[in-house]
């Protein structure tokens, strides 16, 4: 087994790096794989979530905070490589940091949820120049933006787009959106899919979030 290695990353703060690692990682734990999700963040979001579980449902993947290693942690993610098949970091909200360009250095796959808003999108920027200094020495990289928090049924502004191409990175094609199952889920330590029949809508995005990450990992055509 060697693990393949999925860094959610973004400098701004609350754009979603910390529900699209717990939520992926659940989904691909659900689904029967082996995961592991790495908190790099020093605010401990993920393991909180993690520790919220119920004792009779406990959250589907293993989290271990290894925030303290700071630039080498691409170092620890690697010796426990071999014990997972997934692993995913939960980053910390700065680009500049020791913590998120080590997790770039150990990924193979970069997911960086950017709420679209102009505000928000100027705020994340400063990952593009991550991503690119990473990539000179970790050629593996793969890298994509994962728009969030996007409101039903409204189609994109020309400025968000114009924006989006600003990151000179591919935009996924699944999207989530903003519901309140990606909240209510964290508060009891779970994933969307165990909320069941309401958390419909949630539950299908997830699961094409899901498929579209392991196609990147496998190499096909997304
Ligand atoms: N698609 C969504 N729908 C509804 N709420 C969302 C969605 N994505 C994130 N949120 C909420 O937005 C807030 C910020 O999300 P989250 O903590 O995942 O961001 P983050 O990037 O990890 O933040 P930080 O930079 O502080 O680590 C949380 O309250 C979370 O529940
Ligand atoms: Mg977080």
């Not at 889920?185 to 419909?200: N, P």
Request: negative net charge.
């Amino acid at each position: 087994m060697k693990a393949r290695i999925v860094a959610v990353v973004n400098q701004k703060g609350g754009a979603g790096k910390t529900t699209v690692a717990m939520q992926l990682a659940g989904t691909l734990a659900k689904q029967g794989r082996k995961v592991l999700v790495v908190d790099a963040d020093p605010q401990g979001t993920a393991s909180r979530w993690a520790a919220s579980a119920q004792d009779e449902q406990p959250f589907g993947a293993t989290v271990i905070s290894l925030a303290a290693a700071g630039g080498k942690l691409h170092r620890e993610v690697k010796k426990l490589r071999g014990d997972y098949e997934r692993i995913v970091i939960d980053g910390p909200p700065a680009a500049e940091s020791p913590l998120a360009e080590s997790a770039l250095l150990a990924a193979d796959l970069a997911i960086v949820p950017v709420i679209p808003s102009p505000l928000d999108l100027w705020a994340s920027i400063g990952i593009k120049a991550a991503i690119e200094r990473a990539g000179d020495i970790n050629e593996k990289l793969q890298a994509y933006l994962l728009i969030n928090q996007c409101q039903p049924n409204i189609r994109l502004a020309r400025d968000v787009m114009d924006l989006l191409g600003e990151f000179d990175l591919p935009v996924m094609r699944s999207r989530l959106h903003q519901r309140t199952a990606y909240r209510e889920s964290a508060v009891f330590g779970q994933v969307v899919a165990d909320l069941g029949h309401k958390a419909q809508a949630a539950i299908q995005e997830m699961q094409a979030l899901a498929d579209e990450v392991e196609a990147l990992l496998s190499g096909e055509e997304a």
